[in-house]
């Protein structure tokens, strides 16, 4: 995730990454990479779920081979995955929402056998699930407050959906410093990676001054950003990072 070329077309700019951890140091060396200052300023995170109970019961028929399809849309899934030690079953097939939760569940040994390959989003995913004519059980362990898209597309294509809250998306209150930076203008860029962050920066951050940039991974987010009350410069063509600051950086690039 560097750039191709030496030219630092994010040079001056400061870029504020809304999440934390590997993710979050990830996308900051890739904005250093651009010429950018990166401030990771995590708006969101992750907690356990509320009712853990219907989640071991969810994941018990999971590797007892009660259903046909697990369809994960997050590495945060594949993380409560791999903290419970599931196990699935062969016969159990696997869809991913797109390429970056494809590879996490890859990395963590678990195959994958269907990634949308033109929209990596929960409508993606719908519009392109492989017709094999087989019929049954679904799970499909989300954020407690996930969008139902993935029940009610797969539900009309004939499948019994079961969704389970897999864990908690909480909110995370920035930093005085960073509130300030936004205010005056020294954020010159926010990266807003979901709906969840859309939403927390509209409440914590606006209004933003009129310089600011907002940058979205994708036309869901996009949306979601434009409904929180957030004006949208940067749409990404695909649901990456990678894809995300390329659209960023064209932006500069044409200013």
Avoid at 159 to 185: C, L, M, Q
Wanted: charged share 20%; proline share 7%.
């Amino acid at each position: 995730m560097t750039p191709t070329t030496a030219v630092k077309p994010l040079a001056g700019w400061r870029v504020l990454v809304p999440r934390g951890g590997k993710w979050g140091d990830g996308v900051a060396a890739a904005v250093r990479g651009y010429g950018g200052v990166p401030v990771i300023a995590p708006l969101i995170n992750f907690a356990s779920t509320e009712d853990p109970t219907t989640l071991a019961n969810a994941l018990h028929e999971l590797q007892d081979g009660q259903f046909a399809w697990l369809v994960v849309t997050s590495a945060t899934t594949v993380d409560v995955l791999v903290s419970q030690r599931v196990k699935v079953p062969d016969a159990t097939r696997i869809a991913a929402v797109g390429e970056t939760t494809a590879a996490a569940l890859q990395v963590a040994g678990y195959r994958v056998d269907f990634v949308p390959t033109s929209d990596n989003s929960a409508r993606g995913l719908v519009k392109e699930w492989p017709d094999s004519g087989i019929r049954g059980r679904v799970l499909i362990p989300q954020s407690d407050i996930a969008e139902p898209t993935l029940v009610a597309g797969l539900s009309r294509l004939g499948f019994e959906v079961e969704f389970v809250a897999a864990y908690r998306t909480v909110g995370v209150p920035a930093a005085e410093p960073v509130k300030a930076d936004v205010a005056s203008g020294r954020i010159r860029a926010i990266l807003v990676t979901s709906g969840s962050v859309a939403r927390q920066v509209s409440e914590q951050l606006a209004p933003l001054p009129e310089q600011t940039v907002v940058a979205c991974i994708g036309p869901r987010t996009a949306f979601d950003t434009r409904a929180a009350g957030l004006p949208v410069h940067v749409i990404a063509e695909e649901r990456s990072v990678d894809s995300l600051l390329s659209a960023l950086v064209e932006y500069a690039e044409d200013e």
